[in-house]
T-cell receptor
Framework: AQSVSQHNHHVILSEAASLELGCNYSYGGTVNLFWYVQYPGQHLQLLLKYFSGDPLVKGIKGFEAEFIKSKFSFNLRKPSVQWSDTAEYFCAVISGNQFYFGTGTSLTVIP | EAGVAQSPRYKIIEKRQSVAFWCNPISGHATLYWYQQILGQGPKLLIQFQNNGVVDDSQLPKDRFSAERLKGVDSTLKIQPAKLEDSAVYLC?????????????FGPGTRLTVL
């Protein structure tokens, strides 16, 4: 079955630590990849997206993600997290008109 | 620009009752989505509209769920009758057109509790 896996369910980091959240998908065809973020009490909003071209994409607030086709992965990274990055992060894959979200990773950044 | 509007924000009902949610997408957005997000899970697409036509409703439990998008703008999602397992946040999203090239803009969601 098609799926999106986010293996880290809950991550706790201190400020200035580096972040990497994993995302793996199981679709074989052409996919478009997204990371969405949901800050406490706010809507889901787009962090970054990959459609084609450079597999290293940069998003808002210093986040970036790397698409590795051979590993079916689209991991999210940030070199130095801030307290304000505390949020729920969702990886999403679109294949055709089908949208699939991962289960989410809850990130807590300790000041 | 105004975002996606949803109402109500919260709803508590008893099982076997009916409930309806309303969504007003961003002006000019042709595509509208309804998602169900159960606690601890990611959003699951229920139905996708392109203007007032259904693009995909393969994951909509049609025995109890229905949705419509009259005139290609606002949309309502109805559950009749509700079950305990329907407790979730129902998210509405819109995008300029269908397909993966367009960012989806999400509303605040409606949190449904079925007792």
């Amino acid at each position: 079955a098609q799926s999106v896996s986010q293996h880290n369910h809950h991550v706790i980091l201190s400020e200035a630590a580096s972040l990497e959240l994993g995302c793996n998908y199981s679709y074989g065809g052409t996919v478009n990849l997204f990371w969405y973020v949901q800050y406490p009490g706010q809507h889901l909003q787009l962090l970054l997206k990959y459609f084609s071209g450079d597999p290293l994409v940069k998003g808002i607030k210093g986040f970036e993600a790397e698409f590795i086709k051979s590993k079916f992965s689209f991991n999210l990274r940030k070199p130095s997290v801030q307290w304000s990055d505390t949020a729920e992060y969702f990886c999403a894959v679109i294949s055709g008109n089908q949208f699939y979200f991962g289960t989410g990773t809850s990130l807590t950044v300790i000041p | 620009e105004a975002g996606v509007a949803q109402s109500p924000r919260y709803k508590i009902i008893e099982k076997r009752q009916s409930v309806a949610f309303w969504c007003n997408p961003i002006s000019g957005h042709a595509t509208l989505y309804w998602y169900q997000q159960i606690l601890g899970q990611g959003p699951k697409l229920l139905i996708q509209f392109q203007n007032n036509g259904v693009v995909d409703d393969s994951q909509l439990p049609k025995d109890r769920f229905s949705a419509e998008r009259l005139k290609g703008v606002d949309s309502t999602l109805k559950i009749q009758p509700a079950k305990l397992e329907d407790s979730a946040v129902y998210l509405c999203a819109s995008s300029p057109s269908s397909g993966g090239y367009n960012e989806q803009f999400f509303g605040p969601g409606t949190r449904l509790t079925v007792l």
